[in-house]
């Protein structure tokens, strides 16, 4: 792996999204408006909106992200860039991860003004530190970008990539704890909730909500988020083929 | 194999789904030179060349490359390689996307500087690639593959759509770059461009019809026109 070429291919994805200023906007402003509508659904001081808000942060970026790095990847592997890539002296995994990089980036920026907004504005009450969510709703985006990536390589077109957000990302959210407290889920869809990876992503927040934050579990939930985006990577790089037919 | 092969292949066979792109192809590139390598469109040019590249699956034979098996990472710092539909990015400048593979083969930014003067597009430096012209967009994707100034050029159609002036300048940098010892093989599908190779490669239905200089091809069939060397080539065989 080199840290040039990760560089180099995450500085070179940033710059075709500043060109692009309407996803931008899109990708910051989307979520911003479903906190508010959120907020103004079930009331500011509503328990609902105090409970969900905070798990909330973390899974507006999380789809966003999906979608726009699968989407992103695609077009990398169709536009024949990808062909060219591959016949320079780089790794596969440099690639992954400048993209990785890049979004991460994005994220920052999109997790920050969203946090602020509900945090701030909205009045979002969150027991634990104000930071934390900032830090757990950028890995949320994180995760969701990285396993994009590794999606985006079973698509085949744009409109299949689009598709793979509610097969993959949905069911997801459906087990993750949000709906159905996990531990009244039935035995086999628990066993679901806890292989997935965004189970553990909303758990961390849920608890940074409740200031849970010194629990053992709550390592636990951060390492896996981790894990699950290192495993990402690699997988991502691993769909990557220098040889196509 | 002679010592001077920059490329050697040895029954090449390329299948894509139930179709046979290449059924068996063997033949040597010399090093030093400009090898044409013409035949229609679907004639299986494109699919040998990314063997030559190697990001084509084969299904057998062998693929030598500047000593080294097709594909191995000791040649990905050799070879550039530009594909037939222009790969650059759209949504970036041309020098934007020159900068990127600049950084990603390690090489200065003088080396951005020198390719847009190769390909006479130093005025478009700042221009979005999404605006420019096919003719425009292909150049730029041949200026990343001269970047690293590479030991072997590996060119798909890389003149399509130029006017007469660029392609004959764009063919005489290809005759400097053999001075300094680069190896050129160019794929064309415009018979007139045949007579500024050092040798031609005359594909057909994947089957190689011909491997000789235009002078040869010429005293061989005893025509004059390149275009009726190649019908006559096709005559022989069927």
């Known amino acids: ?245 | 194999m002679t010592a001077t092969a920059a490329i050697t292949v040895v029954d090449l066979r390329v299948v894509r789904g139930d179709a046979v792109v290449l059924p068996g192809l063997s033949c040597e590139v010399e090093a030093g030179s400009v090898t044409g390598l013409l035949g229609p469109s679907g004639s299986g040019k494109s699919t040998f060349l990314r063997a030559i590249v190697g990001v084509q699956k084969v299904e057998s034979g062998s693929v030598d490359v500047l000593g080294h098996p097709a594909g191995s990472a000791a040649l990905r710092s050799r070879i550039g390689y530009m594909t037939q539909a222009p790969s650059v990015y759209g949504d970036l400048t041309v020098g934007e996307n020159l900068v990127f593979f600049a950084r990603v083969l390690d090489m200065p930014e003088a080396a951005v500087d020198r390719v847009l003067a190769e390909v006479a597009m130093e005025e478009s430096r700042g221009r979005l690639v999404n605006r420019l012209s096919g003719g425009q967009r292909a150049r730029v994707s041949l200026a990343a593959a001269l970047l690293a100034e590479p030991d072997l050029l590996v060119l798909d159609e890389p003149t399509v759509g130029l006017d007469p002036v660029l392609r004959r300048d764009l063919w005489e940098l290809f005759h400097r770059l053999t001075e300094r010892g680069t190896t050129l093989l160019v794929s064309s599908h415009v018979m007139d461009e045949a007579d500024r190779c050092h040798a031609l490669l005359l594909l057909r239905e994947g089957t190689l019809l011909a491997h000789a200089t235009p002078a040869e091809l010429r005293r061989q069939t005893g025509k004059e026109n390149l275009e009726d060397v190649f019908l006559s080539l096709i005559e022989e065989r069927t």
């Open chain 1, 1 to 245: 792996m080199s840290m040039r070429i990760t560089r180099a291919v995450a500085l070179r994805v940033l710059g075709q999204l500043r060109r692009d200023p309407r996803t931008i906007a899109l990708i910051v402003g989307v979520p911003c408006v479903l906190m508010v509508l959120l907020q103004q659904l079930f009331g500011r001081h509503s328990p609902v909106f105090q409970d969900v808000g905070t798990p909330m942060l973390g899974l507006f970026p999380f789809i966003t992200m999906f979608l726009v790095t699968s989407v992103t990847m695609l077009r990398e592997r169709t536009s024949g860039t990808l062909e060219r890539l591959m016949t320079l002296p780089l790794h596969k995994i440099d690639i992954v991860a400048g993209y990785g990089v890049a979004f991460a980036v994005v994220a920052v920026v999109q997790a920050t003004v969203v946090s602020l907004l509900a945090l701030g504005l909205l009045g979002l009450d969150v027991a634990g530190p104000n930071w934390l969510v900032v830090v757990l709703a950028v890995a949320n985006a994180v995760l969701g970008s990285t396993l994009g990536l590794f999606v985006s390589a079973f698509a085949e077109t744009e409109f299949q990539a689009v598709q793979f957000m509610p097969a993959v990302v949905l069911p997801q959210i459906l087990l993750c704890g949000l709906f159905v407290a996990r531990d009244q889920m039935a035995t086999w869809l628990r066993a679901i909730s806890y292989a997935l990876p965004l189970t553990y992503a909303y758990d961390a927040l849920a608890r940074t909500a409740t200031n849970d934050v010194s629990d053992v579990w709550f390592a636990i939930d951060c390492l896996v988020v981790v894990g699950s985006i290192a495993l990402a990577i690699a997988l991502g790089a691993a769909t990557l083929r220098r040889r196509t037919a």
